[in-house]
């Protein structure tokens, strides 16, 4: 792979860590890499294999869009943010997380109803 793209790779996880808040220690400890692998990853002067790179961007709801210069639009970048939070929290969590985005849904969908019917009115 050409430098260039493994730079472009790097500068990708890196503003994508950044966006999340973490420091490369927190990314590290939460995607199971060494910090070392995350810096090297970042500064381009890592071409990571697939084993490595799919926990990094998993946690922080990269998808291949992001890796590969397609522009998603910002409700996607905001979805695929969250996503790697949720993929970070444990089963349990994770449960409590759908639970309550399953109930808020219904809530913002009856609600929705309600406003159409009341303007067919």
Known sequence: MPVDKIEYLGACIRTARKRCRL?????????????????????????????????????LGLSA????????????????????????????????LLGTLDYLAEQLLAAQKESNVENLE
């Open 23 to 59: 420091t490369q220690q927190k990314l590290a400890d939460q995607s199971g890499v060494s910090v070392k692998t995350i810096r090297n990853i970042e500064t381009g002067k890592m071409n990571p294999s697939y084993e490595i790179l799919f926990p990094i961007i998993n946690r």
């Open 65 to 96: 869009s992001d890796l590969f210069h397609v522009s998603p639009d910002e409700q996607e970048e905001e979805i695929q943010r969250f996503i790697g939070k949720f993929r970070s929290c444990n089963r349990t969590n994770q449960r409590i």
